[in-house]
């Protein structure tokens, strides 16, 4: 089991984050996705597909009440694709918006995609091998 002993307040604030920058990257993404050629179309439903997968992750453990003490398996499936899809969407959206597909579109997904991926990976580095369980 991996736990993280960030407190209540950073926590909120980094989730919140977190939130607003995979609501505002998948938001955008099917906006600009049908606008851009295929590949980059693609590419873009890559990388909302690892946010749903990590958005589907951490909130089932949520629901068992487990936010802050998960599997190994689960933290990275969780944190790791969210971390990995911001990233992903990041570098994607300044291409869209360095091609002109769509400017206001495009900084808005780079400022969702940049902050999934600072904040849900700040989260993610916060999780340590919790040494009770042998």
């Not at 991996?2 to 980094?14: D, H, L, S, V």
């Amino acid at each position: 089991m991996y736990e993280t002993k960030i407190k209540t307040a950073p926590w909120w604030a980094y989730d919140i984050s977190e939130n607003n920058g995979w609501i505002s990257l998948g938001g955008f993404a099917s906006k600009v996705g049908s606008a851009a050629d295929l590949s980059v179309g693609i590419l873009l439903a890559v990388s909302a597909l690892l946010m749903l997968i990590g958005i589907a992750e951490l909130v089932s453990e949520r629901i068992h009440k487990h936010d802050r003490k998960l599997p190994e398996i689960r933290s990275w499936r969780g944190f790791g694709a969210l971390t990995c899809g911001g990233s992903q969407g990041a570098v994607l959206s300044a291409v869209t918006f360095r091609s002109n597909i769509s400017t206001a579109n495009g900084i808005l997904m780079l400022a969702g995609g940049a902050l999934c991926f600072v904040f849900a990976g700040l989260i993610a580095v916060s999780f340590n091998r919790d040494h009770e369980e042998g």
